[in-house]
Every structure is written in C-alpha cells, then in structure tokens.
C-alpha cells in the first residue's frame, strides 16, 4: 500500500507541475502582474505595426489606463489598409491627424466582452462616429465606410481592459447622407429631389438623421401614381419638401434598434410605422419595404425602399 500511495503522490505532483508550468506559459501565473493593453500589444509579434502606429500618434500612455475595450488590426491588416489607400506604411505614420482618428475609432471607453456586445446596435468609439458588431459565421464589424471585418480572436485580457483581434483596419465614415446617395446610382432621382427641395444643406448637418431612401423605380412608380411628370414633381418645391422630410427620422436608428408597430416621428412631424418583417405603413394606408437597412454615413444611416412614402 504504501508503494501504491507514493506512485499516486508522484504522478498528483507532476500533473501539478505540469498545470503550473502551462499558466506561466500564458502569462495566468498569480505572481505575475498582467500586462496593460499596450504592453500586451508589445508583446504580440502580429501587432507590431498597430505599436508603432499607437507610438507614432502619441496615444501609448491614453491606452495605458482607465478601462477599455481595443479592437486591434494584426499587421497584415495594416498591410491591406495601405495598399487600399495607396500610401506607404511611412506616410501613414507620418500623418498624425489620420493616424490618431483611426486608431481612436477602434477603442470604445468600457470594457466590452465579446458576451456583451450589443449585436446589430450602433457602438460609438471614443472618437465619436459609429460602427455595428454583428454574428454571422463569426462576429463581423461593419465600419463607418461600409466596409466588413471579422474579430480573429476575443477577450485577450489586459490590466486595464480587453483586446479583440481584427482582419481589417477600420475607417470612420468620410461622407454625409448627401455624398453617400449621390455616389449610388440608383438614388439619382433622390438626389435630384433633395437639391430642388433646397434640403443639401439639411442633410449635411451634424444629424444624426435616418434617411429612408426610396429608389429610382421608387419615384417613378411614384409619378405614375400622382399622374405627374418628374418635372411637375420637382418644380412643386412644397410638396416636394413635405414628402422628402416625411422620409427623415431626426435620430439614427439602425435596423436592430427600429422600434417595431410603434408610430415614428419624422422631421416633418408627421409618423408611420414598421413592422418586424420591414414593412413601412405610411399615413395613407400604403405600404414600403425596406430593401436595404444600415448604409452608414458621417451624420446617420440610410435604409433604402422601394415605394416613396408619402404624409396626409
């Protein structure tokens, strides 16, 4: 018996050992104080530009402290990023107002798990702008200029936060409500719309807004309906003006956060409602669907339907 119970305790010891040795490995042991968000960035050989970048705009000791959540591009997402830019990795650091805004856009001021991500609702980073988490095969981040990236890793602790590992650097929102329609073709005759409506100005305002924007084929069957010509249409300024504000919610309202069979109220004071299918029911009894939810932009998000709503 005795013989049995020394085996035991041998092999009890050097499982234990084994266990400690694995913890020491992964930087778990208790003696060992955890490294803060930039220490573990330095520590990490795939984020070695994100350090110099982090260096090269001054920001090593704000993401040193308080409590943070930093979403952190690997080198080759760098690499994309220059390439799509068309710039080298020397201009980029060497352009400090661009350097400090992007960086900024990926570091909310809380720390956020990846349990607790809001899944489909705007996130507002510590620059300001917005971007979406979504789970679809992963977790995927949409930026501010549409652009899609996947979190590789989650939950990568720190002493003063957590770090979530992106293949893709993101870019806060370069264009308004405006400039983002304008550069969709199939939005010409809105644009055309808003312009002889005198709303450019409007629409490039701080915002934020929600902008319901019905299509070409939107306005057309619009003016079958009415039994007017486009020109009839734009040169009627009142009318024009009435229909469009109809088409503005004076808050961003992404497609997560619509509040279902609930009136919303638009800019020009009237309201309708969608339903949990995206179905929009006007004050008319007519009913639009919303084709596509969440084009963002610098002042708001664009849903794009197919029927032009239209107020009392």
């Known amino acids: ?13 050097a499982a234990l050992g084994a266990g400690t040795t694995l913890l020491q490995a992964c930087g778990g042991s208790d003696d060992e104080p955890q490294r803060n968000i930039v220490e573990l960035a330095q520590n990490t050989p795939d984020l070695s530009i994100l350090v110099e970048a ?4 001054g920001l090593a000791s704000t993401l040193s402290t308080g409590t943070l959540t930093v979403f952190a591009p ?14 080298t990795k020397e201009a980029l650091l060497a352009n400090k107002p661009l350097l400090t ?28 702008g917005f971007f979406k988490i979504e789970s679809n095969n992963g977790l995927k981040i949409t930026d501010g200029r549409n652009r899609m990236s996947t979190i590789t890793s989650t939950d990568v602790q720190a002493s003063n936060g957590v770090v979530h590992l992106v293949d893709k650097v993101l870019l806060p929102a370069d264009k308004d409500i405006v400039a983002t329609a304008s550069a969709l073709p199939d939005f ?14 409007t629409l ?5 807004f929600t ?35 109809y088409h503005v919610v004076p808050a961003r309202v992404l497609k997560a956060e619509v509040p279902a069979n609930t ?10 409602t969608i339903n949990s299918s995206l179905v929009i029911t006007d004050q008319n009894m007519r009913t639009s669907n919303i084709t596509a939810a969440d084009v963002f932009t610098s002042n708001g998000v664009i849903h794009v339907v197919d029927k032009v709503i239209l107020p009392k």
């Open 54 to 57: 982090v260096t090269a705009a």
């Open 74 to 87: 690997t080198n080759a997402a760098f690499a994309a990023l220059l390439t799509e830019l068309g710039v």
């Open 263 to 272: 009136a919303i109220t638009t800019v020009q004071g009237q309201t309708f």
């Open 101 to 128: 805004a992007v960086l900024t856009y990926h570091v909310l001021g809380s720390k956020v798990m990846r349990a607790d991500v809001p899944l489909g609702k705007a996130i507002t980073p510590v620059s300001g």
């Open 1 to 13: 018996m005795n013989t049995a119970f020394n085996r035991r305790t041998v092999l009890m010891a």
């Open 211 to 245: 902008a319901f924007a019905p299509t070409n084929a939107a306005f057309a069957a619009l003016l079958t309906e009415l039994g007017v010509s486009k020109a009839e249409l734009l040169a009627n300024t009142a009318l024009l003006t009435k229909v469009l504000t």
């Open 188 to 201: 010409s005759i809105l644009v055309e719309a808003v312009v002889a409506a005198g709303l450019v100005t």
């Open 204 to 208: 490039q305002s701080t915002g934020p």
